[in-house]
C-alpha cells in the first residue's frame, strides 16, 4: 500500500524559495503565476496489515511529530482508495 505525504508552509507563513521561484518565473516570461509554495512529498510503501484506519491513525501521528513542522508547516496524507 503506497502512501503519499504533502508538507507545504502554512498559508500564514513566509516562503522566501517559493516566491524565489516565482520571481524567476516573472522574470523567464510566465507571469501567470501568482503565488508558489515549495514543500516537500514523501511516498510511504506500507505492507498492508488489514488494518488500514490503525494505520492511518499512526502515520497522521508521524505526519505531525516527525514528518512536518505544526507550528509553520501543514501536512496532507492521501491513502489509497480501498475499493481498488
Known sequence: MKVKVFVTPKETVLDPQ????REAMQHLGFAAARDVRIGRYLEIDLV????VAAQEKKLRELCRDLLSNPVIEDYRLEMPNESK
Open 48 to 51: 498492508d496489515n488489514g488494518d
Open 18 to 21: 517559493g516566491a524565489a521561484v
